[in-house]
């Protein structure tokens, strides 16, 4: 069964600091994909970054980098110089081989001015 | 591209009332999704489609729920009868066939806030 895990409901960052969200996730397969998605006030799923397993490299997008750790089956994403703008809910999710995505339940994320 | 269009973005209705949300993926794409959001259970996939055809519709809470794919740029939802604890946040995304090059990333309308009085 794949199971992805956000262990952390809710976080804070104040402006410009850097911020870690974390996601745990299992899956008995070795070639699948790893998303983190944003979902702002206004409901709408914004892919945020992508990592495809079978690359070691961590992926990054401007100021949102993922640490892999394929071994551990851990996938975190790491904001840095944060902005208002990235205020939202955060929801990893896991793509095997098959058509399904798994999402975890998501951790909320405010930024203080 | 457009990316993915759901409508309307939101409907009040009342109870026992036919209410039918509507999704036209993004051109190109095979695969289509329906998922629906609440607070209580988060995202839930309910029924997808390959090719315009159902693969997996385990997810559909129910018989009110139905699911049709006519044709690669037209989905339709429908609940009927409506119920209240139908009422969430229901999202189409879409996908194209081939993995790798970004094809197994989904993409996501901006979905239609259903309210079921």
Known sequence: ?113 | DAGVIQSPRHEVTEMGQEVTLRCKPISGHDYLFWYRQTMMRGLELLIYFNNNVPIDDSGMPEDRFSAKMPNASFSTLKIQPSEPRDSAVYFCASRKGTSGMGGETQYFGPGTRLLVL
């Open chain 1, 1 to 113: 069964a794949q199971t992805v895990t956000q262990s952390q409901p809710e976080m804070s960052v104040q402006e410009a600091e850097t911020v870690t969200l974390s996601c745990t996730y299992d899956t008995s397969e070795s070639n699948y994909y790893l998303f983190w998605y944003k979902q702002p006030p206004s409901r709408q799923m914004i892919l945020v970054i992508r990592q495809e397993a079978y690359k070691q490299q961590n992926a990054t997008e401007n100021r949102f980098s993922v640490n892999f750790q394929k071994a551990a089956k851990s996938f975190s994403l790491k904001i840095s110089d944060s902005q208002l703008g990235d205020t939202a809910m955060y929801f990893c999710a896991l793509k095997n081989t098959g058509n399904q995505f798994y999402f975890g339940t998501g951790t909320s994320l405010t930024v203080i001015p």
